[in-house]
């Protein structure tokens, strides 16, 4: 077991938030540390770059959620997000490029209307058909099964979810956040994705 455990953590980013479904997954306890989106002085003192999430564990720095997943699995106990058998390892690793390179490019488009005022409605509209359709192959994959790897929650799932999560997450988080609303109301993903919808769910039950 490492040490105390510090997350540099900015909310709702979908990256920060992997970090925290499987530290929640792994029954791992930890402080938190909000990051200001403003400033990240703080941040680049602790680590030396501007991103988060950053994981403290005692004198050990560590960055990138991929990175910090990984870190996890190999420092601390409980449920495993990669495997230790080579071909669910690359059917996992498959997933994690999965979700930057195809689900990723839409919420990444959703992201850049949020930042630069919410304000095309149109470029979003084109965000959200765009992420229903690049999720046809996990809503096929998902058919008859509950995880994308195995028989219980991997990194593959976190990976993925996270992302397509933003245009699919419980109504509850709607009101917790004006990200959240903002993506509820011009990110929702298509009605034809049942398997996507109820995968989503059951990787973010475990949000901290």
């Known amino acids: ?10 909310s709702p980013s979908p990256n920060n938030i992997k970090v925290g479904i499987a530290l929640s997954y792994k029954g791992i ?23 988060s999430p950053v994981l403290e564990d005692g004198g050990r720095v560590v960055f990138d959620s991929a990175a910090i ?3 996890l699995d190999a420092n601390f106990e409980g449920p495993r997000l990669f495997a230790s058998e080579r071909e669910p390892l690359k059917e996992i690793e498959n997933w994690e ?3 930057w390179t195809v689900v990723g490019p839409f919420l990444r488009r959703a992201f850049g209307v949020f930042f630069s005022g919410g304000e095309d409605l149109a470029e979003a509209r084109a965000a959200a058909e765009g ?5 046809a192959d996990l809503e096929k994959h998902l058919e008859g099964r509950e995880w994308l790897v195995g028989d219980s929650m991997t990194a593959a799932d976190i990976f993925n979810a996270c992302f397509v999560g933003f245009s699919c997450f ?3 988080l709607a009101s917790s956040n004006p990200v959240w609303a903002w993506f509820d109301e011009h990110f929702r993903l298509g009605e034809e994705r049942p398997n996507c919808r109820e995968w989503v769910s059951r990787v973010f ?4």
């Open 170 to 172: 419980p109504e509850a």
């Open 1 to 10: 077991m490492a040490g105390n455990l510090v997350l540099h953590y900015l």
């Open 131 to 135: 992420m229903t359709k690049a999720s």
């Open 205 to 208: 039950a475990h949000l901290p």
């Open 97 to 99: 490029r999965h979700h």
């Open 29 to 51: 306890p930890y402080e938190v540390r909000p990051v200001d989106r403003q400033d990240r002085k703080a941040l680049v003192e602790v680590s030396g770059q501007p991103l």
């Open 69 to 71: 997943l990984r870190y």
